[in-house]
């Protein structure tokens, strides 16, 4: 028995790349989180890069700027079952908040969380939590179960301003959709995925936005093997191997010390998985 998930739910993570619905808050507090991200992370401008179309900053690694974000990104339910697939000393490597405003085209064509992260092992994964109803008309997330057991697939870049992937990579193989599983969640319940599955999510067709934050973990142990010197968050346990430089909480509400720190850690975010060659020829 782990601290969250018992024996089955950790050997179904193993065997499909995923568990799903877990529960992390109340729908109460989850409410009043969706209030400071309508408050917190409005800006929509979305960064043009070279290699594609950005997140508005203020959706990358918000904990950095605001400290109920870092709150939430350290929820002993979360950390208690991210724990129980990766191990106790628990770093985060990335966090980007996925806003769908209702009714309009973004989507997330089918990927693998791996692809640019340059991440070695590929130990890393993700938590999905849901701040409004995620469901299938309001674009939830969808997987192929079983999809990480092929291990790191070729992916194309496309630069079409309706994928919410910042290079907009897409999975250069065919992918049987029948097979695939639309896991939606409620206020409050969170999913765990594998760095390695494959997963999308469609357009928002609901008459309310969508919104939910995906937080990467990384196992201490996990280093970054481009040449740029990377940032995270020790959130639980040691960090024995130095592999980043540890990032400071923020004290208050996007203060300078914050916007500093923020500023600092998804400029050289950017600058490695920007730098990452296309992987059109990974097989
Ligand atoms: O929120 C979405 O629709 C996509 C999320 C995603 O791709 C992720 O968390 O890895």
């Known amino acids: 028995m782990g601290k969250a998930l018992d024996e089955m ?143 790191q697939l070729p992916h194309a870049d496309r630069k079409d301003p309706r994928v919410m992937l910042s290079r907009g990579q897409s999975v250069a193989v065919d992918i049987e959709e029948r097979a695939a599983v639309p896991i939606p969640l409620k206020p409050g319940q969170f999913s765990l995925h594998d760095t390695l599955v494959l997963h999308a999510s469609a357009p928002n067709r609901s008459s309310h936005d969508r919104i939910g934050l995906g937080i990467s973990y990384i196992p201490a142990r996990v280093k970054h093997v481009g040449p740029t010197r990377l940032s995270a968050t020790l959130v639980r346990g040691e960090n024995r191997y130095g592999h980043f430089d540890l990032e400071p909480r923020p004290q208050a509400e996007a203060d300078a010390a914050a916007l500093t720190a923020h500023a600092d850690s998804i400029g050289r975010f950017w600058i490695a998985s920007e730098s990452i060659p296309e992987m059109k020829l990974v097989h």
Request: hydrophobic content about 40%; some cysteine.
């Open 9 to 151: 739910a950790v050997a179904r993570y193993r065997r499909d790349g995923y568990v799903t619905p877990l529960r992390a808050c109340s729908p109460e507090q989850a409410e009043a989180w969706h209030q400071d991200v309508l408050r917190c992370c409005a800006e929509a401008e979305r960064p043009v890069s070279d290699t594609g179309i950005r997140q508005p900053s203020t959706r990358v690694k918000p904990y950095l700027l605001f400290p109920w974000a870092a709150d939430l990104v350290r929820h002993p339910a979360i950390l208690d079952a991210v724990e129980d697939v990766i191990g106790p000393d628990i770093l985060i490597f990335h966090t980007t908040l996925w806003w769908k405003a209702a009714g309009t085209e973004g989507f997330v064509p089918w990927h693998q969380d791996a692809t640019y992260f340059g991440l070695a092992p590929h130990e890393h994964v993700t938590a999905w939590i849901a701040l409004t109803p995620s469901t299938e008309e309001s674009g939830c997330v969808t997987i192929l179960p079983g999809s990480h057991k092929h291990g």
